[in-house]
């Protein structure tokens, strides 16, 4: 495969770790041509310029559109907010470019399928950001739930917490109204139902919960503001399988950095795992001498591929950086055709109707079934 032509929309936190991921994918994996990391988008000329320079993209615009009908361009990444997704990708997808879009793909479900239908039309490649799905830990724990090592499995939690709306005096800004969505199910548990996927398949049927810590915050300019959305939310979720899980969502929840917590119990054992460690995995099977039980730690190391490919010593641990150059070979992959651990729009947008049935589960106050 030749070269593939990058452009790449939004340079924030996201948009930076594209580009670290474009840049490092070929001499990390060492088996690809160095993409070439044709044009760098931004919401203007001058920003658009400065980031092109400090990231190492060839040509800059301050207008998104451009970059898209460019046809020195074959991969737009698009890491802009929210709001912006369905356009862009949209626009991308009509011009014939394969698209790497972050998570979500949208705040509405019509303009989630309006974006699934654009990328059936284009016969391109279109997938998402669910980076925690490719630590090399993760791929492990899935072959050994497959391979039968914690028996049949029977029930999943999922945590995901961070404490950046833990403060009640944390002023009111666009993330707690309601035209940014749900809250904390919007927020986080798109990434948990990454995780249910990728381990299990696709949530069937959900109940949900939501709870408000703060009912109000403070304005920067005085006075103070109802809250629109949830910062917490629990939603039971009956899996593909036939796998019970437990999903718990909070970005009020002090003391958490970046909590994903998950908990996988079997017939024979059972696997825990934490993001905020992410090097290392608890694995617990019941066997010989009911006093020499307990869990055992696994650190991540060469034998849990593609780690070999950043570090060949174990114990050494891998980043949240290095998930997106993983992510970025596994996208380099689906576009030549062959294997690779992605989620696209087709498992996307299952995922966002799971969340939407979440919400409306808990208007109604029943099980939803996701459509
Ligand atoms: N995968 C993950 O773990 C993860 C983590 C954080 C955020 N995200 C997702 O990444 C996306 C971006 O979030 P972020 O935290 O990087 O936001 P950010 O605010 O840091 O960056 C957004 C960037 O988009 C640019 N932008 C805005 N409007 C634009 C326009 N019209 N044209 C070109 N550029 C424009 C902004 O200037 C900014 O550089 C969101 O969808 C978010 O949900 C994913």
């Not at 109204?177 to 696709?202: I, K």
């Not at 629990?234 to 036939?242: F, K, N, P, R, S």
């Not at 020499?292 to 949240?320: E, N, V």
Request: hydrophobic share 45%; aromatic share 8%.
């Amino acid at each position: 495969m030749n070269a593939l032509r990058i452009g790449l929309i939004g340079t924030g936190y996201m948009g930076k770790c594209h580009a670290l991921a474009w840049n490092a994918v070929a001499p990390v994996f060492g088996d690809i041509e160095r993409p070439r990391l044709a044009m760098l988008g931004e919401a203007d000329e001058a920003l658009a310029a400065r980031r092109a320079r400090e990231l190492g993209f060839e040509r800059a615009t301050g207008d998104w559109r451009r970059l898209v009908a460019d046809p020195g361009i074959d991969v737009i990444s698009i890491t802009t907010p929210n709001a912006l997704h369905a356009e862009m990708a949209i626009a991308a997808l009509k011009a014939g470019k394969h698209v790497w879009c972050e998570k979500p793909m949208a705040p509405s479900l019509a303009e989630a399928e309006a974006m699934h239908a654009a990328w059936r039309a284009s016969g391109k490649v279109a997938v998402l950001g669910y980076n925690y799905i490719q630590n090399p830990l993760i791929r492990h724990i899935k072959a050994t739930i497959d391979d039968g090592t914690i028996g049949t499995v029977n029930h999943v939690r999922i945590e995901m917490d961070e404490d950046f709306m833990a403060d009640a005096a944390t002023p009111f800004t666009p993330r707690s109204a309601a035209s940014s969505g749900y809250g904390a199910l919007d927020d986080f548990g798109v990434h948990a139902l990454s995780l249910l996927f990728t381990l299990f398949g696709h949530v069937r049927r959900v109940f949900a919960d939501m709870a408000k810590p703060y009912a109000d915050r403070p304005l920067a300019a005085g006075g103070r503001r109802a809250v629109e959305n949830h910062d917490a939310a629990t939603m039971l979720a009956d899996v593909e399988g036939g796998v019970r899980a437990v999903v718990q969502l909070n970005r009020a929840a002090w003391g958490r950095k970046g909590r994903i917590a998950v908990q996988i119990f079997g017939s024979k054992g059972a696997i825990v795992y934490d993001q905020e460690r992410m090097n290392e995995a608890q694995l617990y099977v019941a066997e010989g001498p009911v006093a020499q039980q307990g869990y055992r730690t696994l650190l991540a190391g060469p034998a849990h591929k593609p780690y070999d490919r950043f570090i060949p010593a174990p114990g050494h641990s891998l980043g949240f950086n290095e998930l997106k150059v993983i992510e970025c070979r596994q996208l380099i992959a689906r576009i030549a055709g062959e294997t690779s651990v992605l989620i696209d729009f087709d498992d996307g947008l299952r995922m966002e109707r799971a969340l939407h049935a979440a919400a409306e589960s808990f208007r109604a106050g029943r099980w939803i079934d996701v459509g």
